[in-house]
């Protein structure tokens, strides 16, 4: 199986945009952008994404205990554009804030899902990082796509209603 035959094929599955977080133990943020977030299990409440082997956020994130997926709207491609660039401080531009878990989190996300970690599975070259979900937060707002190598606005619309306020949740209330 050729490389190019693969991602191009690839390339025509629709995906949902994430940035995915997490803080280490000197309470450094860590995040990056991330396509590859599915949900897996209902009982017990299971999801994945997967993490590349070379990315210099792979030790935090095979470190931690817990992780946060925000699932960007449309109109935040700049958000994913800032967490997949490399050499960069992804938090300085200051729009994530502390969200479920103590993690940084988008207030513009259409939803988040914040997970323990349950596992990490070896993938070729990538790990799959499975989480638990121990909370959740989902708003009415159309969700950003990315599609054919480029981020595309969904079809269908959803109607957008006010933001609830964001709960806050710390380890100790898992
Ligand atoms: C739309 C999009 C989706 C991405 N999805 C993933 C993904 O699912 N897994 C992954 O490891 N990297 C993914 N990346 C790449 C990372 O965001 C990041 O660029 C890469 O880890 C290199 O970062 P580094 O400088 O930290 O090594 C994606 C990038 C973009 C733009």
Redesign the pocket.
């Known amino acids: 199986m050729e490389r190019t035959a693969l991602t191009h094929a690839m390339a025509r599955v629709p995906g949902p ?1 994430t940035v995915v977080t997490t803080v280490d133990g000197t309470g450094k943020r860590w995040g ?6 599915i949900s897996v299990s209902l009982d017990p409440p299971l999801v994945l ?4 082997k ?4 792979h030790e935090a994130f095979t470190s931690a205990d817990r992780f946060l997926v925000n699932v960007l709207a449309h109109g935040q491609d700049v958000v ?2 800032r ?5 960069v401080d992804r938090f300085a531009a200051g729009d994530m804030a502390s969200c479920e878990l103590g993690l940084p989190g988008s207030h513009g996300a259409c939803a988040r899902v914040a997970c323990a970690m349950h596992s990490i599975v070896d993938a070729g070259d ?1 790990s799959i990082l499975v989480g638990r979900v121990v909370d959740t937060y989902a708003v009415d707002r159309t969700p950003l796509v ?1 599609y054919n190598r480029a ?1 595309a606005h969904p079809a269908a619309a959803t109607e957008v209603r006010a933001e609830e306020p964001v709960k806050i949740l710390h380890l100790a209330d898992w």
């Open positions: 945009v990056f952008t991330a396509n590859s977030f994404v997967c993490l590349n070379t990315a210099s956020t994913a554009r967490f997949a660039r490399s050499g990538h990315y981020f």
